[in-house]
């Protein structure tokens, strides 16, 4: 049955072939880059035993304070910072964004002016 198949249809009997052997190599290799995606991200977040932060999204804090993207994520509190970043069994703190609020609005540096002469 397959002979006659092929020798009625040869070249759409190729392209088939041709499609399956496409669709099991992007099948194998998307499982490999997934594995490494998987296996790369958890080795970075290794480093991290304990991460420290105001209330909000978590996955927002993991991929600002792991992966370094930028976000919106709250600040600690001035006395709860302090008490993190000078306890005695902590071998390493490190604060990842520093800065100071006035009722409820962040502070920020003055523009800086510029003279045209």
């Known amino acids: 049955m397959l002979r006659a198949l092929f020798a009625r249809n040869p070249l759409t009997v190729i392209l088939f072939t041709l499609l399956v052997a496409l669709a099991v190599g992007l099948g194998i290799a998307i499982t490999a880059q997934e594995r490494a995606l998987r296996q790369g991200s958890a080795r970075a977040a290794d480093r991290f035993d304990l991460i420290v932060a105001a209330p909000g999204s978590q996955t927002d804090l993991l991929f600002s304070a792991v992966y370094l993207r930028p976000t919106a994520v709250e600040l600690l509190s001035g006395p709860v ?15 990842l964004a520093l800065g100071d609020s006035v009722a409820g609005s962040p502070l920020s540096a003055p523009p800086a ?3 045209t002469t």
């Open 113 to 115: 002016h510029s003279s």
């Open 81 to 95: 910072a302090h008490r993190v970043l000078s306890d005695p069994d902590a071998a390493f703190a490190a604060p």
